[in-house]
């Protein structure tokens, strides 16, 4: 939330560092300045440094920033990014929020007004920024969102709940598919059974978007429940996880992010031909210990469920049956 607001410039910010109107306006033609509400405005540089989700946030807040106190009740995929899940691959077009008691919905500047019943037990304030609670917030994008964001967003909402360091705790597990579960259960709105299927299946072990995507996609293809997070100590009591495992085949299976390789936050000091290299160390490793194969895979090849099925049966890893 504060890298949104940190981004974010006013008119009168631009003004009191010496810009005129006719810079504002300039710098917006010369594609130096994004214009992201009225009088609200982010450098390009920084716009096209972000993910989609920090996009989608930055015009959340610039939103917020734009409303009279106490703003309004952000819903949807628009929620989501306040409360930090990740949407996989999903750019909205607009801002979402509530508005209770109009006879329809409507949409203006960029700001989706839903016509939605959101009771205050549902309301959460994140940063002070009213939204939807996380649950009431899981179960939307689980009833609207194409399933890979509404699998990425479930995954994510269940990780900050019940997952320790890789390890999910099985009982608050079960409690949070039951309390959404019985959430949606009575509910019939459209898209609800897309949502009690996510709900069901949602899992917290997966670290990334592009994990929840991959087991996704295994099920649709037929594979059984691979397991998730496997440990591996290495051979000088290392320890690893691993995305999945296919004991069938005897092999694990990676979903290799390229966060890892060119995003500074997340190499830290190392060069990514660092990373390659203590990758590359890692897999030898585990290999050695197990005699298992190790398959990576990444966003290009979750493209289809045609690339990903082919990029699988390439190592050896196949369905049963």
């Known amino acids: 939330m504060s890298d949104a607001l940190s981004l974010l410039r006013s008119r009168d910010d631009l003004r009191a560092r010496g810009c005129t109107e006719r810079d504002i306006e300039s710098m917006v033609r010369d594609g ?12 390009e540089d920084d716009w ?11 015009e959340v807040v610039a939103t917020y920033l734009n409303s009279a106190p106490p703003g309004p009740v952000f819903v949807g995929a628009s929620a989501a990014v306040l409360h930090g899940l990740p949407l996989y691959r999903l750019a909205p077009g607009k801002v979402h929020v509530a508005i209770a008691g109009a006879r329809h ?9 839903h016509d939605v019943d959101v009771p205050l037990t549902d ?17 939307d994008v689980a009833s609207a969102l194409p399933p890979e964001a509404a699998i990425s967003v479930a995954d994510a909402a269940l990780r900050s709940e019940a997952v320790m360091m890789h ?8 409690d949070w598919t039951d309390r959404l579960s019985r959430r949606a259960d009575r509910l019939h709105s459209r898209g609800i059974r897309q949502a009690r299927r996510i709900i069901a299946f949602a899992d917290g072990r997966a670290q990334l978007p592009g994990e929840s995507v991959s087991r996704l996609m295994l099920a649709t293809l037929g594979y059984a429940q691979p397991d998730l997070q496997v440990h591996v100590v290495g051979p000088e009591g290392e320890d690893y996880w691993l995305d999945f495992g296919f004991r069938r085949s005897r092999a694990f299976g990676e979903f290799d992010g390229t966060g890892k390789y060119f995003d500074d936050e997340l190499r830290g000091s190392r060069t990514p031909q660092e990373v390659v290299f203590a990758e590359k160390a890692r897999e030898d490793a ?15 090849h979750l493209a ?4 990903f099925a082919a990029r699988l049966r390439a190592f050896g890893i196949r369905p049963p049956g």
């Open 123 to 139: 309301v959460a304030a994140v940063d002070g920024i009213r939204c939807t609670s996380m649950d009431r917030t899981v179960l």
């Open 167 to 174: 390890v999910q705790d099985a009982d608050a597990a079960a």
């Open 304 to 307: 289809t469920l045609d690339r």
């Open 32 to 43: 130096l300045l994004r214009r992201v509400r009225r009088g609200r405005y982010i450098a």
């Open 286 to 300: 585990i290999r050695g210990v197990t005699g298992w194969g190790l398959v990576r895979w990444g966003s290009v």
């Open 105 to 113: 919905s409507r949409t203006r500047a960029g700001v989706a007004w």
């Open 48 to 58: 096209r440094d972000l993910w989609n989700e920090g996009r989608h946030l930055v």
